[in-house]
């Protein structure tokens, strides 16, 4: 089984970021996907550096629509982890169980529709090339 | 290659369906994916009904989110023809250039990371299960 | 480019292949998926080996529903050329155009519901474990 | 964890589907798949009702080779929840030990020349396009 | 649950696989894998056959790379089984905690980029065709 | 279609990155991924410092090695664009046409065995946990 490092274990190096997504994150939990990156602390460095970019700094999409656009690259790959917490992050920025419900079911909808175009070889419209 | 299917060939049932389709979306164009699934129309029907309601009917989701939410399980698969039949969709509502650059940034960055869980095997976290 | 390796120009090993291919399949064409695989024999000669056991040696499973799998898993993949050669294949052993939109519909609910379960996180029941 | 509706908890909309799953299948067992699609009613109605028209409606497929592409195709995404229960559901149809091997093999075999096509990029025969 | 056959309980066609296998890597354990295919004895033939070959024999490509191109392709699939085995075989040709590591950062990078290049509907450069 | 910045077109913040691109591959051609990506100017630049420092930075895996590994997610995930280009990066730093064959073969056996495992819905044993 992968190591988890404890903020204690951990060096100075790993313990920098988990400092930064603790206080980024204003919590004082790291949650076990840092913890096992830990193992590799230039993938924990960069990774941590991309989240807090691209999932938190302000842009034209809304926090919890980047949520949203997670989950569903997370459902479709069924990243279980991944769905487990940032199902639980979407909900914190305010996602409903009937929002979680449509998610679902664009979700389901695109996977199947991706499909259908894919078995009947559909030739993209000359206007959308 | 599939046959298309145009409004003039096509049989009643499936004329209803383009009708729909072009009175729903305000337009006189039917793409082609609609063309292909014409040679089964139970398939058709069922489709179109589908993304009619859940692309277009109200709910908590916004129109343009979802169409944001359906590229990005397009790309993740890569079905090069719901991505840019969608895109353009996406466009028509309202996604600027930025807002397409940061949608692909969180798709790329969750099937990064969706790998990164997959690769430790990290183990969901007791509060998230 | 991949090099596709004709008749003439392969060497003995590659010949012998091609040979078997077309007796067995009653044939004087070889398609272009062996002409690319002649890039390597030894990959050439065990895929040839596999796809003549698996898909056409007696068994449980009927010849044209074999192929109906096969372009199940294509389809779900987005493999154009298999979809293209082994819907081809299909057709020649007796798939109707209805048949082939019903293995669609399948297909498509299959990779719908594969999500829907994902992202629910349905846990299995205990009957089914 | 996702919530669970048992039929006693349901409102009517959710006992309504499971009334008619339950008489449809000839069963008192409804599976976690709608308990957990009964926190959406609406996505819980759609599937049911087209679970019940794909897989179990008459057409040109046989029911049992149904649930044979159905399994091609959760094997290939590795939904743990919908192999487990579409293998009972075949098994239920008559699918035998040797048959499911079959299946593995052919689900196997695709799975691995999808790579090949897709790896040496093959093009597409002119008379399968 | 799939059943597992052990040693004492398999065919003489499944100890020989079983007798090979142990011979060939110098071990006394049999791993769960073979003991699920021995459900299928010609898949079981089949599939150790080719693992033989494909990863053990003699080539261009060196044993440990070998299995870190079968890791790279497992996280991508989610193949929990095949990650944890093939991790354990790469520890055991000397795959360090750096070299994992760095593995995984190449597959995220790879996951990431291949959503761009489909997002974005990179055209591939004149050259490179 | 999405538009291709050439240098000449193309903002300062972008032409550095192109520099930077051109002076470390020793090469005065930027691919036509960096053109599309530079629509989005960060995205760009982040995706440039990883490729350059994952692919390309000193560490325990060789740089032939890294793009073998690269190929083989890209082949999975069947991304026309970054198979051409990757397999020309490792063509240039040594990979023979037999090492292709045999990487080919190594990708395909994975992406087989991840379906056996997952059908036969093996139990990871006792010590690979």
Redo the contacts between chains.
């Keep these: 089984?992968?190591r988890?490092h404890s903020y204690e274990e951990a060096n100075e190096r790993v313990q920098a970021v988990y400092d930064d997504l603790m206080r980024t994150r204003n919590t004082d939990?790291v949650?076990?996907?840092w913890k096992?990156?830990a193992?590799?602390p230039?993938?924990l460095e960069?990774?941590w550096e991309?989240?807090k970019?691209?999932?938190g700094q302000p842009?034209?999409?809304d926090p919890l629509?980047?949520e949203?656009?997670?989950?569903?690259?997370?459902?479709?790959?069924?990243?279980?982890?991944?769905?487990?917490?940032h199902?639980?992050a979407a909900r914190a920025k305010g996602m409903?169980?009937?929002?979680?419900?449509?998610?679902?079911?664009?979700?389901?909808?695109?996977?199947?529709?991706?499909?259908?175009?894919?078995?009947?070889?559909?030739?993209?419209?000359e206007?959308?090339?």
């Design positions: 089984m992968t988890l939990y949650n076990n996907l096992a990156l193992n590799h230039p993938t960069r990774t991309r989240v970019t691209i999932m842009g034209e999409i629509v980047r949203l656009i997670y989950i569903a690259v997370s459902v479709t790959n069924n990243c279980e982890y991944c769905i487990a917490t199902s639980a409903s169980e009937e929002m979680f419900g449509e998610l679902m079911a664009i979700v389901g909808l695109a996977n199947e529709t991706n499909r259908l175009a894919n078995g009947y070889r559909v030739p993209v419209d206007k959308y090339r």
